[in-house]
């Protein structure tokens, strides 16, 4: 009797085993089709896309496709049920687009995945070279060392790509710290053109003084300085971000919520894949060191995803049933 309840127990204890190792090889897919996956152009969105395909696939069973575009085509796209997941969307850039389509109810937010901050910066040798330059109010006085090649009488601040809604808060912002006799803010034709040029100087250890923000590799990957901003100034911050603006003040420029967004049928189809994406969170420190890696070790996207899956598996557990972060984890093993 005694052997004969080992063996039951025995039984039980494989059968258990190996129902759980199947069900960690066998996930079924909560749809039918590939899960359809918003490529927004630039490094941050394709990275998350890469980590989250790949979770999706290894760890839900499912298949995946991307439908590369811009923002707001995607968006579009998103709305219509063309891509069920727009993974990272900066709310503040498209705020009309984006009230309009939570209203018509075709879209729901179902996660903010990280924190965006931006600013102005220099180079860490800048910031050597002029100690008294903290903030950008000591920018006064400094225009001769940032000096605009097409307007040799003013130094240039290199703002944002041309038509980018970032160049109303650079535009105001120089207003507002009285700057505006002393300098210019130029505008590249396109992010690669501003990226250049602020790499182009950083190399050649020039002085430069630009726009940008986080999380991106360029930051990750160069020593440079963020300007002090005063603290933010709720009023303030309205009037800088509007190009209408008549009278702007100093203010920082407040951190904000980047989002993920679904189309609201997949939601309710994928109620599993959308409690993930739900759990979608990266400390924007982490994404940018991640980014910055990238760009050193001039890795593509996918190896960068892989990266981050492989040096922060606590992060992305943190997002997942354990079962569905086993597999993950064995997909990264094999």
């Known amino acids: ?49 890469g980590v989250e395909r790949y979770i999706v696939e290894h760890g839900y069973g499912c298949d995946t496709q991307v439908e590369q575009g811009d923002t707001l085509p995607m968006f579009a796209a998103l709305q219509r049920g063309d891509v069920d997941v727009n993974s990272e969307i900066w709310i503040t850039q498209m705020q009309q687009a984006w009230d309009e389509a939570i209203a018509s109810g075709k879209v729901r937010q179902v996660g903010t995945v990280f924190t965006g901050t931006d600013g102005w910066y220099v180079p860490r040798h800048t910031a050597e070279k002029f100690p008294q330059l903290r903030g950008a109010a000591d920018l006064e006085g400094l225009h001769e ?22 160049g109303t808060i650079n535009a105001n912002l120089l207003r507002a710290f009285g700057l505006q006799d002393e300098y210019l803010v130029y505008s590249p034709g396109n992010a690669a053109a501003q990226r250049a040029a602020i ?59 980047v989002v993920t967004a679904v189309n609201s049928e997949f939601a309710r189809r994928a109620p ?29 996207i996918e190896e960068a995803s892989l990266y981050f899956l492989r040096q922060h598996p606590r992060i992305w557990r943190e ?16």
């Open 145 to 166: 060392a940032f000096i605009d090649d097409e307007d040799p009488g003013k130094g240039r601040i290199y703002g944002c790509a041309v038509g980018w809604t970032c």
């Open 319 to 334: 997002w997942l049933p354990a079962d569905v972060a086993q597999r993950v984890q064995q997909a990264l093993d094999g």
């Open 199 to 257: 790499t182009s100087a950083y190399k050649r250890k020039k002085d430069i003084v630009f726009y940008y923000w986080t999380p991106t590799s360029l930051v990750g990957s160069l020593d440079l300085v963020k300007l002090d901003l005063p603290p933010v100034d709720r009023q303030a911050l309205a009037c800088i971000t509007d190009p209408h603006c008549e009278t702007p003040r100093p203010t920082g420029l407040a951190a904000y919520p």
């Open 272 to 300: 599993g894949l959308t409690a993930f994406l739900a759990k979608v969170s990266v400390p924007e420190a982490v994404l940018t060191a991640t980014l910055g890696h990238m760009e050193r070790e001039k890795l593509e």
């Open 1 to 49: 009797m005694r052997i004969n309840r080992i063996l039951t127990a025995a039984s039980l204890v494989l059968g258990t085993a190996l129902s759980v190792n199947a069900h960690a090889q066998s996930p079924t897919c909560e749809l039918d089709r590939p899960m359809k996956f918003g490529g927004m152009n630039w490094e941050s969105n394709l990275m998350l896309v």
